[in-house]
């Protein structure tokens, strides 16, 4: 973990924090494209990554892009990873070995060609140690349209939101299976990009069968939102994410593709993965 807070010197290769100029009126990038991919018809697809677990991280993020993904979520290693389950935390721990840092991460983003948009899924002490506007400036410096911070409650959204709209960094939001209707609402309501639907309780983890709730929390979500929702968590197959797919805009499959990775399949693999799924939600 690298720099200090807003009120500390940055460290490391961090931008200069100075606040973003551009203007909030807009949507991101990420909504733009992702709204406009259903608009056209088409399922979304956006596959997860951890960023740093090997060397061939780079290359997989352009494999999995050129191979039907809309948007690709890339993971910031962290050492108490709440939201995920044991195969991404092995990721994480295989990235940490490795010295992965924060900046690293975006720094190689910033350099792979992928021609779509890019999230970063991280946990918000990362995010408060390197300072709202700094963490912000470099994820859009980076090519950045979107963030997932899961840990951040939207009681206390405000100061980063602050920092990361003007950027054009766009903050994706997530909703559960248990999440009442008046905070699903309100969820909705300040979700940028997409709208998250966690499709079962628990951490991240391939599931045999799709949990019944998957589909259950879109619907609800989708009561909701103008933006499009896609569902997350248990969706392993290229089966269960049509199935999904039959009530949610799209889909974010991570564990399965990460599985994929340290089992030492490479690009290739994903790819091939990625491209099963793209052509199962085409097919319908």
């Not at 924060?102 to 899924?121: F, H, K, N, Y």
């Not at 709209?165 to 609402?185: D, I, Y």
């Not at 994929?260 to 490479?266: A, E, I, N, T, V």
Request: hydrophobic fraction near 40%.
């Amino acid at each position: 973990m690298t720099g200090r807070s807003e009120d500390g010197p940055p460290t490391g290769r961090w931008h200069d924090g100075s606040p973003p100029e551009q203007s909030t009126a807009q949507p991101s990038l990420l909504e733009e494209v992702l709204t406009a991919r259903k608009d056209q018809g088409h399922k979304l697809l956006v596959p997860y990554l951890t960023g740093g677990m090997d060397d061939q991280w780079p290359l997989a993020l352009e494999a999995v892009a050129a191979a039907g993904a809309d948007a690709v979520e890339i993971g910031m290693p962290f050492s108490d990873p709440m939201i995920d389950g044991q195969t991404i935390q092995e990721a994480s721990r295989r990235a940490l070995d490795r010295a992965t840092t924060p900046e690293g991460v975006l720094a190689e983003m910033g350099r792979s060609r992928v021609g779509i948009p890019t999230v970063v899924m991280t946990y918000y002490n990362l995010v408060f140690r390197a300072g709202h506007h700094r963490m912000a400036a470099n994820m859009a410096a980076s090519g950045v349209s979107g963030a997932i911070i899961p840990d951040l409650p939207l009681e206390e959204l405000d100061p980063w939101s602050e920092a990361a709209t003007p950027s054009g960094v766009a903050t994706v939001l997530l909703v559960a299976p248990s999440t009442p209707e008046e905070r699903m609402e309100a969820v909705c309501r300040r979700s940028r990009g997409f709208v998250y639907a966690v499709g079962r309780m628990g951490v991240t983890g391939e599931q045999a069968e799709l949990a019944h709730t998957a589909q259950e929390v879109a619907a609800r979500a989708l009561r909701f939102s103008d933006i499009p929702v896609c569902v997350g968590v248990g969706v392993s197959t290229a089966e269960q994410a049509v199935a999904v797919c039959e009530v949610a805009d799209g889909v974010v499959v991570g564990s399965a593709l990460v599985r994929r990775l340290l089992d030492g399949g490479g690009p290739e693999a994903a790819a091939e993965f990625v491209s099963q799924l793209r052509r199962a939600l085409d097919r319908g």
